[in-house]
């Protein structure tokens, strides 16, 4: 299984950024995939998650109302549409899935991600 994350960059504070993140080697469409961050000397934290279907989502307080999490099964990608970005988004971005199909936690647990993308790195400048 692999993960690749795309779409990071530099940005001004209040602008917006859409993550990409493509898959290969198992049905995409059966695993919740999620994207976690890692800012300069801090842990990785959960930022957003979806079920297989994309019928529901989970959303770290922090982002709420400003990110969005998506799907394309067909596609084999995932979303994450970034809005309103502040200087407290800096990080890098990592995209990941579930090990498990058909399975999803609430709040989700990094824990239960088994496969990680590469990770892509977003600044905001202020």
């Known amino acids: 299984v692999q993960l690749q994350a795309s779409g990071g960059g530099t940005v001004q504070a209040g602008g917006s950024l859409r993550l990409s993140c493509t898959a290969s080697?198992?049905?995409?469409?059966?695993?919740?995939t999620g994207w976690f961050r890692q800012a300069p000397e801090k842990e990785r934290e959960f930022v957003a998650a979806i079920t297989w279907s994309g019928d529901t989502t989970y959303y770290v307080d922090s982002v709420k109302g400003r990110f969005t999490i998506s799907r394309d099964n067909a596609k084999n990608t995932a979303y994450l549409q970034m809005n309103s970005l502040n200087s407290e988004d800096t990080a890098v971005y990592y995209c990941a899935q579930r090990g498990l199909p058909w399975r999803w936690d609430n709040p989700p647990s990094q824990s239960n991600y088994a496969y990680w993308g590469q990770g892509t790195q977003v600044t905001v400048s202020s």
């Open positions: 080697g198992r049905t995409f469409g059966r695993y919740a």
